[in-house]
Nanobody
Framework: VQLQAFGGGLVQAGDSLRLSCAAS????????MGWFRQAPGKEREFVAT????????LYADSVKGRFTISRDNAKNMVYLQMNSLKPEDTAVYYC????????????????WGQGTLVTVSS
């Protein structure tokens, strides 16, 4: 699976931003998708994941209620809608894919896209 994430940028605290990820290379509907992030000087962390059917989603506690992950299998796209952004959301966000929803929720994934930088100013 090849993944390309885009949509990052500089926003102010409280703003919204939507990240997108285009997937190609295999049956997109057969893999779970997710987002990880890594802030400067910090460990990579799990953000959200969605099952291949879109039925199941899981979020990190730090983003629950503010971020929404979704996917459009017809377009081979996955999205991360980020609302009420905080300065601590500043990070490089990575789109990831794996055959296992559980692996992604545990911070592991077989396929990675390049990151897209999100900067939230206070």
């Amino acid at each position: 699976v090849q993944l390309q994430a885009f949509g990052g940028g500089l926003v102010q605290a409280g703003d919204s931003l939507r990240l997108s990820c285009a997937a190609s290379g295999r049956t997109f509907g057969g893999v779970s998708m997710g987002w990880f992030r890594q802030a400067p000087g910090k460990e990579r962390e799990f953000v959200a994941t969605i099952s291949y059917s879109g039925t199941n989603t899981l979020y990190a506690d730090s983003v629950k209620g503010r971020f929404t992950i979704s996917r459009d299998n017809a377009k081979n796209m996955v999205y991360l809608q980020m609302n009420s952004l905080k300065p601590e959301d500043t990070a490089v966000y990575y789109c990831v894919a794996d055959i296992s929803f559980i692996r992604i929720s545990g911070g592991e994934a077989n396929w990675w896209g390049q990151g897209t930088l999100v900067t939230v100013s206070s």
